[in-house]
């Protein structure tokens, strides 16, 4: 592990969908997954939940600007079912900042 504070998902669908976004300063090691990106801190506003294809997971996410981010995760084998190591959770395959 590379250091970085990560909240791997427990459930598979544990806050996808509940349609409350957190603020930055409301999030931290225990209630989201937390990554650097071009030397921004950015926090998982929901568990990271499998895409509806199953080959990534996916989850929303905030910087300290509280500008919205899509992170998105390979999945490292699917024979895997800890979902803890299923994804690096560290680097995710894409961010794609939403506003």
């Known amino acids: 592990m590379s250091g970085r504070e990560t909240n791997k998902p427990d459930k598979p669908d544990e806050g996808k969908g509940d349609g409350i976004m957190k603020a930055f300063n409301e999030l931290n090691a ?3 997954t937390i990554i650097e990106w071009e030397g921004k801190e950015l ?4 568990n990271p939940h499998p895409t509806d294809d199953g080959k990534m997971y996916t989850a929303n996410a ?7 981010y899509v992170l998105v995760w390979s999945i490292i084998d699917p024979d895997i079912t800890d979902e803890s190591s299923i994804c690096d959770w560290d ?5 794609m900042l939403v506003k």
């Open 62 to 68: 905030v910087d300290a600007d509280n500008n919205e």
């Open 91 to 95: 680097n995710p395959e894409g961010v």
């Open 43 to 46: 926090r998982t506003t929901q």
């Open 30 to 32: 225990h209630n989201s």
